[in-house]
């Protein structure tokens, strides 16, 4: 049992602290929010260039083969100033690739977007199915040279400005597979959609030809499956970094204002809210880590628990931390004008997306090992 | 990073679970299969068998006779006897006074005092609170009078838990009045056979008897039975305080109460389905379980920082909070699985589930978890102030 950062990843850290620090403070993901397309391309290749957009694939496909521990530590870091990069967007769809495809189709989509050319997105969701991924009515049937597919697909996170998409279909013999869906091409239409959280997202409509090397051969169940659960990882990652910053807005806060003649961080009431934010944000961070830690291992099993756990929790903590952290800072709390706000809506997007905790309680109590030796 | 025990401590972990099977006294585990409260007898009984193992003092060194366990493994004893149930073990001696004593006393203190304490043949109990020093301890008033080779004690103290059963009494008790309050406490040992000394236990809510009161009328204590320095008590007292922080959480018991629960649930019938597959329940279950998981986790954390040597991190400082909050929300959701058994008190066999019979008194005495060993508002306290920097505000 180990905790600790290794040299690498302390060194992962820094450098992601000196950028958020530096190139992408919280004003920047402001300023963004009214912009098109939401986030700049060419910082999208400084995060290539740092290796960032690589950092869990393998070497083979120009990636750097580190764990989703590393991931994990890295997104902490960039929630705290959220930083508006479609880096999870990306990573969950290429995850996808690598673990379905083979090694040309990892050299045809997943290098450029490791070496930050092109941004993806994983198209999952639909109408009927909240957040089971295999509940869909999306089609993949055999065509002249490959597939036709037909349906539509909802809110795909930053699915508004990626070059490809990820799309998962059910095939005639009941089996669900995954495709590479260029945005651009003939009778594909991507609408996009603000978020709540200032960022994009797009509702795609499907009625178009895709090649057969289109098609990725893996379980592609499996392979959604774990790129869902990598994105309910980074959403807890994510999740973490907002709540430390809230966190330490809130007590620099507590210390600095003044009512009644004293500064309100003396009052007890108030200490002991944040002593509870304090709290759910080592509690979140406990859980962060399991769940990285066991998407990296081979227990399917474990791997579930950890995950839904995971995201379970950042739905009840990181709720609270950030609510708090507004209701602490009363009233200049709920202004547009005032950061805490908009760490807040970061908060609800992320428990909205990869699953809820509904979702992710079921799972939870649905594996055998919730009732197993009673 | 990793959540895996090493082989070796893995290796304990079967060598504590062997030792389970061998030695834990078959008289006892129909109790231990229910959470029925155990005698004092029975507490002692399996005491006297720990000790023979050598592992009833898992953290105390080598040298004044504990086992030499590191960390690691000194928890995963601690998780294996809470998930078997087994009676636990009066702290006042093992893991109060008895370091106090290793850390602060005199070598004949430790010779006359450690032997007794390991082996059970001398039974503790301690004197921090009084009627009006509860919370704000340091304005206790229990007074020793200095009379040259004596002090003669005058006052009360309560919530002397085990004191009908116990031989001595640790006490904090006031050698200077006119010093700032926690300076002029001393640390002091007192036979409980001393005369002048009155014990009357009385019930907890939860029906059992674990508390007593206790009253002191001109009992003289000789001085070499001072701890430390005189008027040096409350430093020796604050320093008990830190000791074993990654078992505080009880992390064992509760996911032993979960399972009591889940079995419970599996057991009640709601028309064509029990409660386990009943989605309010099932839901309910499942968020506390992953509430224990959270803390389960934050503990591993603690754990490995110690293994490593490290001071306790952050993490640690809340275990005690959320533990005994976990511990009450368990027994909350037993009750409510229970439904109408919840009414049984101290149930004859069979008017309920044998499972069911101790829950609504252990749910009772538990409201204790929150108050015990500093109230979970006293803990929040030391955060604001000592990690969040909160206290020094005007």
New interface residues.
Partial sequence: ?????TEDQRMLVEAAQGFTRKQSPVARMRKLRDDAIGWSPEVWRQMADLGWLGLVFPEAAGGLGGSF?DLALLLEQLGTTLVPEPIVASLVAGVAIAEAGDAAQHQAHLTPMIEGKASLALAWAELDGRYDPARIATRAERASGGYRLTGHKRFVLDGHAARQLVVSAAEPGGGLALFVVDAGAPGVTVQPVRTLDGRRAAMIALDTEVAADRRLGGDGRAALERALDLGAVAACAEGVGIMRAVFAMT?EY??TREQFG??I??F?VL??R???M??ET???Y??L??A???LDGDDLAERV?AVT?AK??LAE?GRYVTQQAIQLHGGIGITDEHDVGLYFKRMLALNASFGDA?HH??R??ARPG??A?? | MDLAFSPEHTKFRDEVRAFLAASFPAHLRPKAEIDALFEHDEIMEWHRVLYQKGWAAPHWPVAHGGPGLDATSRFILNDELEEAATPALSPFGLVMVGPAIIEFGTPDQQRRFLPKILSGDEVWCQGYSEPNAGSDLASLKTSAEDTGSHFVINGQKTWTTHAQYADWIFCLVRTDTRAKKQSGITFLLIDLKTPGVTVKPFLTIGGTPAFSETWFDNVKVPKQNVVGEINGGWTVAKALLGHERTQIAAVGVTGRTIRKCKRIAARTRLGDHTLLEDPVFRDKLARLEIRHRSLEMANWRALAGAQLGHAPGPESSFLKIRGSELVQQSYELAMELMGHDALAWFPDPGVVLDLEASVASLFCYLRAATIYGGSNEIQRNIIAKQILGLGSLG
Avoid: P
């Fill in positions: 049992m180990n905790f600790e950062l521990v007590t507590l210390k004293a500064k961080g003396s007890q200490q002991h944040a002593v509870d304090f709290i080592e509690l979140m406990s859980m880590l399991a990285a830690i066991r628990a756990s379970v929790q903590s509904q309680l079921a939870f109590a919730f009732t030796n009673l």
